[in-house]
């Protein structure tokens, strides 16, 4: 059982590049995260996905966009890569059907742009 | 708006010694409030939740609702406690998104 499985898990960028950040659960979860994780700022979101069908802004949306192209998969697109997103990104999953269901994380990708 | 502290930055302990992150939050309705633990090259990872009032690996938090606190106690720490704790509060009811505080990178000394 994978879990949350994100790729890739090391990329370098120069500035203006794109690029998309893959994200998959194989644990038929209805909800969806992005989070960024940087040193004294904790973890931000980005973007969320309530459900198959449905996306909204988190704290942090600007600079990226978002496809949850099916249940199992949820994507994050930086279309011009800046300096400013170097970061930690963590894809995370839930059932919220229940309360205070805990969040599944992926692995991590660290993300350098030059 | 949904918002969660976590005063320290930093915190470190001896061996044996008592730990205490503190996690306070600012939410209008009834919070469901969690804290999560990074081991060093692990998965962030549940440690536990206020709904299941456990204990998991000897820690403990209680949900303070007059003092809008959750702070997370362990009365004898022990070195494998080192990681970093973060807060998180998700509002409830049909609110999906979870909220992190900034993190508290405790550090067990032998």
């Known amino acids: 059982n994978a879990g949350v499985t994100q790729t890739p898990k090391f990329q370098v960028l120069k500035t203006g590049q794109s690029m998309t950040l893959q994200c998959a659960q194989d644990?038929?979860?209805?909800?969806m995260y992005w989070y960024r994780q940087d040193p004294g700022m904790g973890l931000r979101l980005i973007y969320y996905?309530?459900?198959?069908?449905?996306?909204d802004k988190g704290e942090v949306p600007n600079g990226y966009n978002v496809s949850r192209l099916n249940k199992r998969e949820f994507s994050l697109r930086l279309e011009s890569a800046a300096p400013s997103q170097t970061s930690v990104y963590f894809c995370?999953?839930?059932?919220?059907?229940?309360?205070?269901?805990?969040?599944?994380f992926g692995s991590g990708t660290q993300l350098s742009v030059l | 708006a949904q918002r969660v502290t976590q005063p320290e930055k930093l915190l470190s302990v001896f061996k044996g010694a008592p730990v205490e992150l503190k996690c306070n939050y600012s939410y209008s309705g009834s919070p469901e409030l969690f804290w999560y633990v990074q081991y060093s090259r692990q998965r962030l990872q549940l440690l536990l939740r206020?709904?299941s009032r456990e204990s998991i690996k000897g820690f403990t938090a209680d949900l303070n609702k007059g003092e809008t606190s959750f702070h997370l106690k362990k009365p004898f720490a022990q070195e494998e406690d080192s990681a970093m704790y973060y807060c998180a509060l998700r509002g409830g009811g049909s609110n999906y998104k979870l909220t992190f505080g900034k993190g508290t990178l405790l550090t067990v000394n032998p």
């Open positions: 644990m038929n979860h209805n909800s």
């Open positions: 995370a999953s839930s059932e919220v059907r229940r309360t205070n269901e805990k969040l599944f």
């Open positions: 996905s309530a459900s198959e069908g449905t996306t």
């Open positions: 206020h709904i």
